[in-house]
């Protein structure tokens, strides 16, 4: 599976950015697809996953209410929309894909497939 993850850069606090992950190689609908963020010096943190049709969805308490996961399915893609950006959520956005799971990972590992990254900077 092929991970191409863009939209990212630079907005001030407030802002809204929306990330797009294109997905190939296996069937799409087939996956369990997270968002993750990495700021520099830190761990990988889990952001938000959504299931294989788009019904179900899970949040980090620290983007609830601001970010919002969405997919579609004919364009094996998958969505991050990010409002009220915070300069604490300034990091590199990783997409990554968790084949044929049952329940919603909120863990790194349990992904199976990962993207490169896109940097989303916010200013203050």
């Known amino acids: 599976v092929q991970l191409q993850a863009s939209g990212g850069g630079l907005v001030q606090a407030g802002g809204s950015l929306r990330l797009s992950c294109v997905a190939s190689?296996?069937?799409?609908?087939?996956?369990?697809m997270g968002w993750f963020s990495q700021a520099p010096g830190q761990e990988r943190e889990f952001v938000a996953a959504?299931?294989?049709?788009?019904?179900?969805?899970h949040y980090a308490d620290s983007v609830k209410g601001r970010f919002t996961i969405s997919r579609d399915n004919a364009k094996t893609t998958v969505y991050l929309q990010m409002n009220s950006l915070k300069p604490e959520d300034t990091a590199v956005y990783y997409c990554?894909?968790?084949?044929?799971?049952?329940?919603?990972?909120?863990?790194?590992?349990?992904?199976?497939?990962w993207g490169q990254g896109t940097l989303v900077t916010v200013s203050s």
């Open positions: 190689g296996r069937t799409f609908s087939n996956m369990n």
């Open positions: 959504i299931g294989r049709s788009g019904g179900t969805t």
């Open positions: 990554a894909a968790d084949w044929w799971a049952g329940r919603l990972a909120t863990v790194s590992y349990d992904y199976d497939y």
